[in-house]
Structure formats: C-alpha cells, structure tokens
C-alpha cells in the first residue's frame, strides 16, 4: 500500500505541482468535488476584476467595442477548441449546457426530417432527458426518445434514427465512453452524433476532428473553473456550419446585428448560435480560468488524473475493505477523473467528510462521489483523504441525527 511519505515524493516530482498556487483554496480542506464546481483561480479574479474596474469601469458601453466584447463568444470558444480537438471557428461560447443542447437538437433534427428517432441513454443525467423530450415535441413531425442502456445502444441504432445524444463520462459513476467507436457506429446508420461533454472537458484529452463529431457541447464550472453557472459552449463542426439552423435565432447571431433587420440571416460560422446579448462578466470569469490550461497539456492532466484516482481505489480497498462498492470503471479507456463509491449511507458519509475538511458530493439513491481535478490536487491530499473516510466510518460519525436531513444541494 502507498504510504503518506510516498505520496509526498510523488506531489515533489509532479510537474503539475506549481500549478496548485494558481488557486485561491481554502488550505484547511482537501477538495474533492471539481466535477461539480471547480475553485477560484487568480487568472478568474484578475479577469473579472479588471473588466469591473477598467472595461466596464471605466469604458461603460463602449467596452462593447473597445474592450472587445462582441468577440468573446467566438474567442473564448477558440480557446475552449484546443482542448477538445476542434479547430477554430467551430466553438462557441454561450447560455447554458441545456439550452446549448437545445439548439443543437433541434438544429439537428431539422437535418434528418424523414428520421423520426432520439437514442439516448436511459441512465443519462436528467436535464439532458428533459431537454430531449421537450426539443422532439417542436420537430414538426411525431418523434421518439428511445432512452436505451448503454448495453444495448447497437441494437437500438437503425435507418430513422436521427440523432444520438449521449454524455461521454456519466456524472454518476464516471464512466468514459468510446467517443470514435460510438459516433462511427451512429454514422454508419446515417444518423447525427451530438455528445455531452460536461463531465470530461478539462479532465480528459478529447479529440471531435479524429472522431468526426457532428455536434457537442459542455459547461463551463466543472473541470473549466469557470465559476458557477459558468458559460456553456457548443461545437458545430465544420461541415455544419452554413447547413444546420439555430432553433432560438436572435440578434446577435445575425449576419448584421445592428442593421435590425425585421427577418432572421444567420451570421456566417458558428456565430449563428450566439442568441442574446451574452453575460460578459461570466464570459471573462470563464476566460480567466482557461489561462491555467495554457501551461500544461490535456495529456499531462489525464496522466496525473489516473494515478490520482489509482491511488485513491488502492487506498480506500487496503483502509476499508469490503465497506464500500467502487461503481467506477477501473479501465483507463473507461475512466473519467472521478471515484464513484457505493453505501446505504452515503448521503451521512459525505456530510461528515464535509464536516472535517473534506469535500465530495452525494448523488442519489446511493453515491458517494469524488472528483479529482489534476491542476490542484496533491498525492498527500487524496492519502489524507482517505484516512480521515476511514476515521469517519470507524467512529460512525456519518450516523449522527444532524445528517438525516438532506440539504437542496446534495
């Protein structure tokens, strides 16, 4: 087993160490939950704070033009490219991941009128769900959301198939799926291949150029650090742009904004699926945090990602054997940066982790759920991790009568 003093070598020889103080963290808690909301770096409040004092500050509404801010969706989404393989022209940043996945939806289905099937993924998370059933009700003509498990997607795939949607890591269990093998697979019957990218942008190396993606979209506040609520962005390759249509067109997708033109032209490019006048606080936020991935390389993140997870499922089966069920893929190509465990009492385990520093979420019925973000997590955090889970199990903290109700936010 790994010792604490092992782990303190391997945090001296990571070359991502220096990164860590690029982060505003609170050096009390180990903080373990990047897949939901990743932290506050300097680059966010430099960014932001030089747009509240200088760009809007000082320039007011001629910081639309001045500081740049019409360009942000499309500059933004050119940075965003580089980490999922795309290249540039073909991202943009803008709304929500719902929303996001709305548009590009609805823009799809329009692409396939004699196709009458959505496949998804029955366990996929619940917004994108919702979001597919809402946007069939508006395709103009009767179409199905077969939600199938991921087991059985090859028998689910035929010629009125439209579109496949699925997440490429499951926010449950962390799952990574074949991002190549799927969408080739999806094209062979002639369908579109709309991915989820939410739980796998900044975490993992992506590559939509080499999987010939038609469309994807992911947030901006996970492995992005963006901030909560952070910006999505939306991938349109290139062979789309020009052909497929933003279902929710507005202003600032037109080719001439500023002509106010009473009917809709699509500005050239992905520029067409900007909708509405775009939060420029939350864009530079957003902008401030990608300057941390400017200094390393997605290859480098996904190494350190895997010998982190490594070492916390080697630690968590020598300390608490047979207490719980590891529910993530131990398979590198099935692997996103996240532990999934299973227990009857996860829900008590992890406010009493929070309780003493260290920082997880729940996600029903029974998941107790930890993120590894590379650009700040140490060897020595995961290893004191652990033993504090041990301590807590031990002393059956988790069971105090203060964590049997749950909060809004689990």
């Known amino acids: 087993m790994t010792t604490r003093e092992e782990c303190q070598t391997l945090d001296l020889e990571d070359e991502l160490a220096p990164l860590r103080n690029e982060f505003l963290l609170n050096y009390d808690e180990i903080y373990l939950d990047g897949n939901s909301l990743g932290p506050v770096s300097r680059g966010v409040s430099s960014h932001v704070n030089d747009v509240v004092d200088h760009e809007w500050g000082k320039q007011l509404v001629r910081g639309w033009n001045d500081a ?32 996001a996945l709305a548009k590009l939806i609805g823009g799809a ?54 579109l496949v949607m699925l997440t490429h890591v499951d926010f449950r269990n962390g799952e990574m799926l074949d991002l190549k093998g799927i969408t080739e697979k999806a094209h062979d019957v002639g369908a579109l291949m709309l991915w989820d990218f939410a739980h796998s942008t900044g975490a993992a190396p992506l590559n939509v150029e080499e999987a010939k993606v038609d469309f994807a979209a992911g947030c901006g506040y996970k492995y992005l650090n963006g901030g909560p609520g952070a910006p999505a962005y939306m991938y349109v390759r290139a062979l789309w742009q020009g052909v497929i249509e933003n279902p929710l ?15 809709f ?109 590379p650009l700040y997590l140490r060897f020595v955090d995961v290893y004191d991790a652990v033993e504090i889970l041990a301590d807590v199990m031990s002393s059956e903290a988790h069971r105090d009568p203060k964590f049997a109700t749950r909060n809004a936010v689990t």
């Open 249 to 263: 067109p507005g202003w600032l997708g037109h080719a001439r904004p500023f002509d106010f033109e009473p009917e």
């Open 109 to 162: 289905l329009k692409l396939r009128p004699d196709r009458h099937v959505i496949v998804t993924d029955v366990d996929n998370f619940h917004s994108d769900l919702y979001i597919a059933q809402a946007m069939s009700a508006y395709g103009g003509r009767p179409i199905t959301v077969k939600a199938v498990s991921r087991g059985s997607l090859d028998e689910a795939l035929n010629d009125d198939v439209a």
């Open 68 to 99: 740049g801010w019409m360009a942000m969706p499309t500059r933004i989404g050119d940075r965003i490219a580089t980490l999922i393989g795309a290249h540039s022209g073909e991202v943009v940043v803008a709304d929500t991941l719902t929303i």
């Open 265 to 373: 032209e699509p500005a050239k490019g992905v520029q067409s699926f900007v909708t509405s006048s775009p939060s420029i606080l939350a864009l530079s936020a957003l902008d401030g945090a990608l300057d941390v991935f400017d200094q390393t390389s997605m290859n480098a993140i996904r190494a350190k990602s895997l010998h982190l997870t490594d070492l916390f499922m080697e630690l968590v089966e020598a300390k608490l054997p047979a207490t719980f069920e590891i529910v993530t893929p131990r398979e590198y190509a099935h692997r996103g940066s996240q532990v999934s465990m299973r227990h009857d009492e996860s829900y008590g385990i992890i406010q009493a982790l929070i309780e003493r520093g260290v920082i997880g979420d729940f996600r029903a019925p029974d998941i107790a759920r930890f993120g590894f973000t």
